[in-house]
């Protein structure tokens, strides 16, 4: 009998170094299969936030070509709304200046109606002049300068209001 116990426990030891062979692959191949697992979800991850990174920068990149593009649309305009302030000004000097040397009068129509009511006609034009129909008075070159400074500060501010409405304009979206 003592055989057979030596028999069975060497079946038993057999089995028991089996069992534990079989335990150990079961858990080397489970935590192999979580190892690819964890490394699967991973790559996903780090696709995912590159694919990310990549929509960011397009999108980053994409918004500096709309400001840049911002910046030439403003650099151009401001440009353009120089020179158009300049040009009047310059006309401006010039008007000034005819004004100042008596090159340009400025005159004014006088009502053409006398005291008693009726229109008076008058019947031929003078010498000096080749206005027909009423009658005109010359301003004070001074009086004249001041008028071309008002009727100025006028054209600048229009032509400010045409910077602005251009702006609001392309800002919008109209045309």
């Known amino acids: ?3 057979d116990a030596v028999k069975w426990g060497g079946v038993l030891l057999i089995i028991l170094a089996l069992m534990a062979c079989s335990a150990w692959a079961t858990w080397a191949w489970q935590a192999n299969a979580h190892v690819q697992q964890l490394a699967a979800k991973e790559a996903a991850h780090q696709t995912e936030r590159t694919n990310l990174a990549n929509a960011n920068s397009a999108q980053i990149l994409a ?8 910046e030439q649309w403003l650099a151009a305009s401001d440009q353009s709304h120089y020179r158009a302030l300049t040009d009047e000004k310059t006309k401006q000097a010039r008007l000034r200046d005819r004004l100042a040397t008596a090159d ?5 129509r006088l009502d053409a109606t006398g005291a008693n009511g009726c229109d008076a006609v008058q019947a031929a034009t003078s010498s000096c002049g080749v206005v027909y129909g009423s009658r005109r008075a010359q301003l004070d070159p001074a009086h004249a300068q001041r008028i071309v400074g008002i009727a ?5 501010g229009l032509i400010a209001l045409q910077a602005c409405q251009a702006y609001a304009k392309e800002v919008s979206g109209t045309k």
């Open 1 to 3: 009998m003592k055989i």
């Open 63 to 70: 918004e500096q070509g709309k400001r840049l593009a911002l």
């Open 104 to 108: 340009l009068r400025l005159s004014v």
């Open 152 to 156: 100025g500060d006028g054209d600048q």
